[in-house]
């Protein structure tokens, strides 16, 4: 049926918006749109796999990991893209290259119906955007120089 693959799709789009949204807090130009999109994207590429994997398993090669796999790499790509445009303008913004990648983890985990995975994946990058944040600030203004996230 396909009640769980939606389910998938939406738990995926609000824990990606979640993600998004401490970014739009933190002043980062990738916001709740942007994480919910990546996160509903890979969702649906996972849940695609595993349908087409059910529908096609007479046939050896079908299998969603492989597609799971190549979501991987391109979201690679967009973080690192991401990257190399804020390069320009002197100002890396790596961790919302990784969060990105992060939060097409979860929306993947979500598509393949592992709902406590991808709930506690975001709870843990929240924990780690946030609080990780305050940490680095402290040991940077005790030792270094204070930087926002």
């Given at each position: 049926m396909l009640t769980e693959p939606l389910l998938g799709l939406l738990v995926a789009a609000i824990l990606?918006?979640?993600?998004?949204?401490?970014?739009?807090i933190a002043g980062k130009h990738a916001g709740m749109r942007t994480y919910?999109?990546?996160?509903?994207?890979?969702?649906?590429?996972?849940?695609?796999?595993t349908?087409?994997?059910?529908?096609?398993?007479?046939f050896s090669g079908a299998n969603p990991l492989?597609?799971?796999?190549?979501?991987?790499?391109?979201?690679?790509?967009?973080?690192a893209g991401l990257a190399a445009m804020r390069a320009g303008e002197n100002h890396v913004e790596l961790t919302t290259a990784t969060g990105i990648w992060?939060?097409?983890g979860v929306g993947m985990a979500s598509g393949f119906?592992?709902?406590?995975?991808?709930?506690a994946a975001t709870v843990l990058a929240l924990l780690i955007f946030t609080l990780f944040l305050r940490l680095e600030n402290r040991?940077?203004?005790?030792?270094?120089?204070?930087?926002?996230g």
């Open positions: 990606g918006a979640a993600l998004g949204a401490e970014r739009s919910a999109l990546v996160s509903l994207g890979s969702a649906l590429f996972s849940v695609v796999g349908l087409v994997s059910y529908q096609y398993a007479v492989q597609l799971a796999g190549f979501v991987i790499v391109g979201i690679g790509f967009i973080g992060v939060t097409a119906g592992l709902y406590q995975l991808a709930a040991l940077r203004s005790r030792f270094g120089t204070n930087v926002e």
